[in-house]
Nanobody
Framework: HVQLVESGGGSVQEGGSLRLSCAVR????????LGWFRQAPDKEREGVAQ????????YYLDSVKGRFTISKDNTNDTLDLQMNNLRPEDTAMYYC???????????????????WGEGTQVTVS
């Protein structure tokens, strides 16, 4: 099965930037959804950015559009999330997740994803 390991979290001031990386190891589905979710204390896990195989379809949470960019590095087998102009409301644990994909679209629904990393904390003050 696939293993996902996140890195790159930390503490930054409002307006700062961070780059998260998710190392993808092991077997991957031939077509897949791969993406980032986040969960703040006392809040539900929400989809931040999701990508269908080959980056053919990308979804962003409305509140991060124009600030966050998801990308896949096929050389190093990582999924990256560049986060700019960070806000205090972006503070959360960020998780990388994947699932088998079909139909060319990845819904930002955590219940559809069956492999998860352990998360990396992002704190914006």
């Amino acid at each position: 099965h696939v293993q996902l390991v996140e890195s790159g979290g930390g503490s930054v001031q409002e307006g700062g930037s961070l780059r998260l990386s998710c190392a993808v190891r092991g077997y991957m589905y031939s077509t897949y959804c791969l993406g980032w979710f986040r969960q703040a204390p006392d809040k539900e896990r929400e989809g931040v950015a999701q990508m269908y195989s080959g980056e053919s379809s990308i979804y962003y949470l409305d509140s991060v559009k124009g600030r966050f960019t998801i990308s896949k590095d096929n050389t190093n087998d990582t999924l990256d999330l560049q986060m700019n102009n960070l806000r205090p409301e972006d503070t959360a644990m960020y998780y990388c997740a994947t699932a088998s994909g079909s139909g060319g679209y990845c819904a930002p629904d955590a219940s559809l994803y069956n492999f998860w990393g352990e998360g990396t904390q992002v704190t914006v003050s």
